[in-house]
């Protein structure tokens, strides 16, 4: 059909063509002081017909031009340049459990993980770990240590944040869509997400000790 409407797109603007000359040939041989007029109103004219083309010829250009689709297949190496544009330190990880696996230092020194696990096809799953490398949340009183840690898990739902934990330690986590809308914004948010709550918790953390005259030895 799109041949068919340039058919007549080009046919209409030959005959408004035609007409327009004819009439201005006949009015400048029979009244010649309307010619001028006539003049500058068709010059008006083609002008206008000149704009509309234009504009036509830039909204089929943005029709055609190729829309950024993100893909299981190109979802890394979209990733990989996204973080490079950011100025992030970027690792490449060896695991056997995933597509791919990135760690990723943040200019405050956290870590986050950014994985396509085999076993969630349909996202990304960034994360960051909060290690007591020191043990030294063990130094708290057992029931200050579990009103601490509740403390942390209701900071992490606070912010929609998946709270898992191991031992001492805490797993901070978000899944991310892989879809062909995936954009990097989005990362970026979620990665600023994951990071505001790993810096909230790290301040409690290191709050909480402190009352108690504990360090909050970080590495």
Request: charge should be positive.
């Amino acid at each position: 059909m799109n041949w068919l409407k340039n058919i007549l797109l080009n046919l209409i603007a030959s005959v408004l063509f035609v007409v327009g000359a004819s009439a201005f040939a006949y009015l400048r041989a029979s009244k010649e002081m309307w010619a001028p007029i006539i003049l500058y109103g068709l010059g008006g004219g083609c002008l206008m017909v000149l704009l509309f083309v234009a504009f036509l010829g830039i909204r089929r250009f943005a029709e055609l031009k190729p829309l950024l689709k993100i893909t299981h297949d190109n979802v890394e190496y979209h990733i990989k340049n996204w973080l490079d544009n950011f100025g992030m330190s970027v690792q490449r990880q060896k695991t056997d459990d995933a597509y791919f696996s990135f760690k990723v230092t943040l200019p405050n020194g956290n870590h986050v993980a950014i994985q396509h696990l085999k076993q969630l096809k349909q996202y990304l799953l960034l994360s960051i770990a909060i290690i007591d490398t020191h043990q030294v949340l063990s130094k708290l009183p057992p029931q200050e240590l579990d009103h601490l840690l509740t403390t942390d898990m209701l900071e992490a739902a606070r912010s929609l944040t998946t709270f898992e934990r191991s031992g001492l330690t805490i797993l901070l986590s978000k899944r991310l869509p892989i879809s062909p809308e995936l954009r990097e914004g989005k990362l970026i948010d979620i990665i600023e997400q994951l990071n505001s709550t790993t810096v909230a918790i790290q301040i409690i953390n290191t709050q909480a000790l402190a009352r108690h005259g504990i360090a909050n030895i970080q590495e």
